[in-house]
T-cell receptor, first 116, second 109 residues
Framework: SAVISQKPSRDICQRGTSLTIQCQVD?????MFWYRQQPGQSLTLIAT?????????ESGFVIDKFPISRPNLTFSTLTVSNMSPEDSSIYLC?????????????FGPGTRLLVL | GQQLNQSPQSMFIQEGEDVSMNCTSS?????WLWYKQDPGEGPVLLIA?????ELTSNGRLTAQFGITRKDSFLNISASIPSDVGIYFC?????????FGKGTSLLVTP
């Protein structure tokens, strides 16, 4: 399975500011995903990030609020813009296993964000 | 996303007991995945199921992909304290994973 790292691991931010979260994979992968996990809740897909194309956002998530970059096959960033306390969550990136039958995703350790 | 119903919501058991949890959906999935999440960590993949009726084991864990493709269960045998955590089922529709709400497992020595 792929080894995935995220930076920062956690942060405390003031409302109105923005935070960029980085996701690094130890192998080249086509599909990368960004999820949000609100406190005590399950995971919700924010967007799919494929290298060389615009990210595809799920219903309820927009590019202005969560801009994503995917400059190469091992790296992606998610920015949480103009933050409010409601953005306090764990943000997780995942990758699709390139060697698997399809669909299996592996997750990074997450970025824990608290917005004051 | 599609709604997955995962039960039970929480379990409190003694070490050595067997555990069973399940997920159901109104929609068909082509892949079912089971993850475990420890506090402060990301979800870790436990078992992946790719075919209806498939029964797969990983150590003390056993999971099955339901024949109707709308459900899956996970069994843990002879639980140990390190089994503590939150277990999530996830069904794959297209490229998107739809997650259950999780089963919180507590194991007492």
């Amino acid at each position: 399975s792929a080894v995935i790292s995220q930076k920062p691991s956690r942060d405390i931010c003031q409302r109105g500011t923005s935070l960029t979260i980085q996701c690094q994979v130890d192998s080249q992968v086509t599909m990368m995903f960004w999820y949000r996990q609100q406190p005590g809740q399950s995971l919700t897909l924010i967007a799919t990030a494929n290298q060389g194309s615009e990210a595809t956002y799920e219903s309820g998530f927009v590019i202005d609020k969560f801009p994503i970059s995917r400059p190469n096959l091992t790296f992606s960033t998610l920015t949480v813009s103009n933050m409010s306390p409601e953005d306090s969550s764990i943000y997780l990136c995942s990758v699709e296993d390139p060697a698997g039958p399809g669909g299996t995703q592996y997750f990074g350790p997450g970025t824990r964000l608290l917005v004051l | 996303g599609q709604q997955l119903n995962q039960s039970p919501q929480s379990m409190f058991i003694q070490e050595g007991e067997d555990v069973s949890m399940n997920c159901t959906s109104s929609s068909i999935f082509n892949t079912w995945l089971w993850y475990k999440q420890d506090p402060g960590e990301g979800p870790v993949l436990l078992i992946a199921l790719y075919k209806a009726g498939e029964l797969t084991s990983n150590g003390r864990l056993t999971a099955q992909f339901g024949i109707t493709r709308k459900d899956s269960f996970l069994n843990i045998s002879a639980s140990i304290p390190s089994d503590v955590g939150i277990y999530f089922c996830a069904g794959l529709a297209g490229y998107a994973l739809n997650f259950g709400k999780g089963t919180s497992l507590l194991v007492t020595p």
